[in-house]
């Protein structure tokens, strides 16, 4: 049972454009999401997170959207750059005895063209 | 950020055969650490917590005496695979935890490439 998808397995965005990676989840009891970088060969890096009782959180480049009525959250890098392009995980935890522990979707590789 | 590392990166060994792999935080003290595991295009799937001086909580379907699991000090856990199979054959990845809270404060490491032959 997938309860985090992550439903394109690759975007391709121009430099300087705008990339949305989208992300469903089905446990109405995850409270917190994240997304994390990949680059090959390495670990999963954490970007940026947000509340369920947020709508929207922004660090820079980066915004994360969620919509909770949809179960859907989706993250927006406004300009993208050629570096941006690695893998996107998003992840989603709920409280108490799930704390801290994270489901992963299966990721969303993107490529930035110059 | 903080540092996790994994040792190896890359193990090939026998069906059989037991292979421990090593998990440390190289400048701060984990009080809890993950162990993940992932399929080719797949998500990372979490096998279990492990927290410092006690027995890992392991996921639903993850076998324990499988996959064995020792969190020994504060910088170190090693996750064995004990009679390790063909289809064990994954990336295994771990994060460290700088506290018992803080879902941003989760670190991975570079994860290690298990191939079993």
């Known amino acids: 049972?997938?309860?985090?998808?992550?439903?394109?397995?690759?975007?391709?965005?121009?430099?300087?454009?705008?990339?949305?990676?989208?992300?469903?989840?089905?446990?109405?009891?995850?409270?917190?999401?994240?997304?994390?970088?990949?680059?090959?060969?390495?670990?999963?890096?954490?970007?940026?997170?947000?509340?369920?009782?947020?709508d929207k959180?922004?660090?820079?480049?980066?915004?994360v959207f969620l919509n909770k009525s949809a179960k859907h959250l989706s993250l927006h890098i406004v300009p993208s750059q050629p570096g941006d392009s690695a893998v996107y995980f998003c992840a989603a935890t709920a409280g108490g005895t799930s704390y801290g522990k994270l489901t992963f979707g299966q990721g969303t590789i993107l490529t930035v063209h110059p | 950020g903080a540092v996790v590392s994994q040792h190896p990166s890359r193990v090939i060994c026998k069906s059989g055969t037991s292979v421990k792999i090593e998990c440390r935080s190289l400048d701060f003290q984990a009080t809890t650490m993950f162990w993940y595991r992932q399929f080719p295009k797949q998500?990372?799937?979490?096998?279990?917590?492990s927290n410092e001086g006690s027995k890992a909580t392991y996921e639903q379907g993850v076998e324990k005496d499988k996959f064995l699991i020792n969190h020994a000090s504060l910088t170190l856990s090693t996750l064995t695979v004990t009679s390790a199979h063909p289809e064990d054959s994954s990336f295994y990845i771990c994060s460290a935890s700088l506290s018992s809270g803080g879902y941003n404060e989760q670190f991975f490491g570079p994860g290690t490439r298990l191939t079993v032959l």
Request: with cysteine.
């Open chain 1, 1 to 54: 049972d997938q309860q985090v998808k992550q439903n394109s397995p690759s975007l391709s965005v121009q430099e300087g454009r705008i990339s949305i990676l989208n992300c469903d989840y089905t446990n109405s009891m995850f409270d917190y999401f994240l997304w994390y970088k990949k680059y090959p060969a390495e670990g999963p890096t954490f970007l940026i997170s947000i509340s369920s009782i947020k």
């Open chain 1, 57 to 63: 959180n922004e660090d820079g480049r980066f915004t």
């Open chain 2, 43 to 49: 998500s990372l799937m979490l096998m279990a917590t």
